[in-house]
């Protein structure tokens, strides 16, 4: 069964400076991979999805994210933060080859400073 | 832009009792799912349906939960006897296709007292 392992819980940027939230999967063949952002009180919104293709994807909002096969990591990043991204940031992985369930990680909670 | 809903918003009960938690997916989609996430940790797939029927149930989902598709648009997840521990955020979702994009809705805060 896949995995998806994010390592920082809480990560706190100053509004302007870039950002890299890390993700880790584990998944024997290609995986299905997704960022989804949780501001409070609200339900997951996807940001990006990597299928298959260009390894750098664009999502909305600005952000990006990068499948790293040798790495096994599919890391968002933004190269400007605003406050308005404060919120909680999922990553997930899906079977390829399976039900495309994706399974998520815990969350990395992004704070911004003014 | 199409979007998932979920009512209610927030369901206090009694343990016990019975809830029924409802969605209206997009409506040309045609995967649905249900997701749970108790406070504070990650959220966690409880099933899936497709062509009105179960297509994949976590271990989670037991024989306390039921869902149903009762007339094409609604999507419903009942909870037959509630227990302290169902207390979560339960999310519904859809997707067009597979694989897919899941949209997901609100969420309904399920407080079992």
């Known amino acids: 069964a896949q995995s998806v392992t994010q390592p920082d819980i809480h990560i706190t940027v100053s509004e302007g400076a870039s950002l890299e939230l890390r993700c880790n999967y584990s998944y024997g063949a290609t995986p299905y991979l997704f960022w989804y952002v949780q501001s409070p009180g609200q339900g997951l919104q996807l940001l990006l999805k990597?299928?298959?293709?260009?390894?750098l994807v664009q999502g909305i909002k600005g952000f990006e994210a990068e499948f790293k096969r040798s790495q096994s990591s599919f890391n968002l990043r933004k190269p400007s933060v605003h406050w308005s991204d404060a919120a909680e940031y999922f990553c997930?992985?899906?079977?390829?080859?399976?039900?495309?369930?994706?399974?998520f990680g815990r969350g990395t909670s992004l704070i911004v400073h003014p | 832009e199409p979007e998932v809903t979920q009512t209610p918003s927030h369901q206090v009960t009694q343990m016990g009792q019975e809830v029924i938690l409802r969605c209206v997916p997009i409506?040309?989609?045609?995967?649905f799912y249900w997701y749970r996430q108790i406070l504070g940790q990650k959220v966690e797939f409880l099933v899936s349906?497709?062509?009105?029927?179960?297509?994949?149930k976590s271990e989670i989902f037991d024989d306390q939960f039921s869902v149903e598709r009762p007339d094409g648009s609604n999507f419903t997840l009942k909870i037959r006897s509630t227990k302290l521990e169902d207390s979560a955020m339960y999310f519904c979702?859809?997707?067009?296709?597979?694989?897919?994009?899941?949209?997901f809705g609100p969420g309904t805060r399920l407080t079992v007292l």
């Open positions: 997930a992985v899906a079977a390829s080859g399976g039900s495309y369930i994706p399974t």
């Open positions: 409506s040309n989609h045609l995967y």
């Open positions: 349906f497709y062509n009105n029927e179960i297509s994949e």
């Open positions: 979702a859809s997707d067009p296709a597979r694989p897919g994009t899941q949209y």
């Open positions: 990597y299928f298959s293709g260009d390894t």
